[in-house]
């Protein structure tokens, strides 16, 4: 009985630590994609002024949901070091993948002894998602890890992780438990909410299933009612922005989701093998706190789709977390069992394993060359983006650069600001306008003179934008108010505004 254990236990182990090799070599070269960017004009900011950082895109002095306590403790590491910012962010991204790892471990553990169930479920949460490929912060696929790893959500999910586990712990302890445990989980809560909002909102929503799974009494509510003030007490002082400010956002931020409600099949459907592990110990126990868990997530995205609150579809891990814990707690679970069934349970979920797998094995193109890859698995890589570094030279900390939204999201990472901020952000009153200003100066035949309107409203010193395949680079297309100084890749130009 120990060897049939112990074979399944040493497979999972396996797998699971080749993922966290793969991902850790990931670091090493932090691939650049999405909101990269902004993380690290954060740190930059925070750098410069840990006490009154602004706005971390654009030149305004404006409060920002980007500075969380994680970021703030990064920026401080940046600031006495004096490392740059993307070496400040490995740093991030090595502790927040060991907060993650431990704390799906923990959390397991809460729900299996199996040896093996932390670590097929670790395979479990990166590789059961579907077979059309995506990326978003929050959500745990491989790709999305590795893109992601040095992003707030990742370190915030690590914490998410544990503060299941403690709670879980608490509540079954019940009033035997000191007051310090139930003031410390009120403060992990506000911090998980700070650093990631959306990921703070998975993190309630599982807290909310482990304390109704348990059905505590009236002592223990008492407790939980403590702690909750407790954290309600963070989020008020928190002084970088106003948490609670952030429930009317919507606008722009609701389009910008409106892309998680797509393609649901693709990109889910292999999760379908833990919602049928979720049936099974839904029968067992009504009260399963992974059961609850699901339909809690499941309620919010589906009202969210319903009522056009798109921006709660960064719920999904509230449905996918509890699917995928079930189906690698549930095949080690009926190991033991009757050989048919254990048959039918380990080739289902090997079999979705092997196909989500595959679906994200372009993920080694971050790690290994993609000269060196076989066709079919270059085929699936995609190369990250490049980056503005080759400005730097020129373009200073602080300087104001006229860009479009992609410039936007990155040229901000090397300190200069730009004029419209390349993602929505709720507290700049003049985001409209700075982003309409942002289409006139680059709009065909625009004048002389509404440029430089622009061009002294908002301080702009540089300008990048794609040549125009003259001989001057594009400047002709912008106008005499430009020179050339240098030229980037993929047709990039960097303009001096001509004063």
């Known amino acids: ?69 994680w970021m703030l403790v990064l920026g401080c590491v940046a600031r006495v070091t004096g490392f740059s910012v993307f070496v400040v962010l490995r740093i991030g991204a090595v502790a927040a993948l060991g907060l993650f790892v431990s704390g799906v471990w923990r959390y397991v553990r809460t729900l299996s002894v199996h040896p093996a169930a932390p670590a097929l479920s670790l395979l479990c949460l990166v590789f059961l998602w579907g077979t059309s490929l995506f990326t978003w912060s929050g959500f745990l696929g491989l790709n999305s890890l590795a893109l992601t790893v040095s992003y707030p959500s990742v370190f915030a999910l690590g914490l998410a992780f544990h503060f299941w586990a403690w709670l879980a712990g608490a509540v079954r ?18 911090v998980i909410l700070l650093c ?41 002082v928190w002084p970088y922005y106003d948490f609670f400010a952030l429930v009317g956002a919507g606008g722009d931020l609701e389009a910008v989701h409106r892309g998680l409600y797509r393609d649901l099949v693709g990109r889910y459907w292999l999760v379908l093998a833990g919602v049928v592990a979720l049936g099974v110990r839904w029968w067992r126990d009504r009260w399963d706190p992974l059961v609850l868990f699901f339909v809690l997530g499941v309620v919010v995205v589906g009202v969210g789709g319903v009522s056009g ?22 095949v080690v679970e009926v190991w033991g069992r009757r050989p048919w069934w254990r048959g039918v349970g380990v080739g289902v979920l090997c079999g979705a394993l092997v196909v989500g797998g595959w679906t994200q094995v372009g993920t080694v193109g971050y790690v290994v060359p993609r000269g060196v890859l076989p066709g079919v698995v270059a085929a699936k890589y995609r190369v990250p983006w490049v980056g503005y570094h080759w400005v730097t030279p020129w373009v200073a900390y602080g300087d104001v650069v ?8 990155q040229i901000p990472a090397y300190g200069a600001y730009t004029v419209a901020p390349g993602y929505p952000d709720f507290f700049l009153p003049d985001e409209g306008r700075r982003g309409e200003a942002v289409r006139r100066y680059f709009a065909v035949g625009a004048s002389e003179g509404v440029r430089r309107g622009i061009v002294r409203a908002y301080g702009v010193r540089w300008v990048v934008d794609r040549g125009d395949g003259d001989g001057d680079g594009g400047a002709r297309g912008l106008g005499s108010g430009v020179r050339v100084v240098a030229r980037g890749p993929g047709g990039q130009v960097l303009y001096e505004v001509v004063r």
Request: cysteine-free.
């Open 1 to 69: 009985m120990r060897g049939a254990l112990r074979r399944p236990s040493v497979v999972a182990q396996v797998g699971a630590v080749l993922v966290v090799v793969l991902l850790l070599l990931v670091v090493v070269r932090l691939p650049w994609a999405g909101d990269l960017g902004m993380h690290a004009a954060t740190v930059q900011r925070l750098r410069h002024d840990l006490v009154d950082p602004g706005n971390p895109l654009v030149d305004a002095d404006t409060p920002s949901p980007y500075y969380s306590p």
């Open 173 to 190: 302890a019940g009033s035997a438990r000191g007051w310090g445990v139930w003031v410390g989980l009120g403060v992990l809560w506000a």
């Open 196 to 236: 990631h909002q959306f990921s703070g909102v998975v993190a309630s929503l599982g807290a909310l299933a482990t304390v109704i799974a348990a059905r505590v009494g009236g002592a223990v509510w008492w407790r939980l009612g403590v702690g909750a003030l407790v954290g309600v007490g963070v989020l008020w």
């Open 309 to 330: 609150h798109y921006s709660w579809g960064r719920a999904v891990p509230a449905v996918v977390i509890p699917a995928q814990i079930a189906a690698g707690v549930g």
């Open 402 to 409: 006229m860009a479009r939204t992609s410039a936007a999201r």
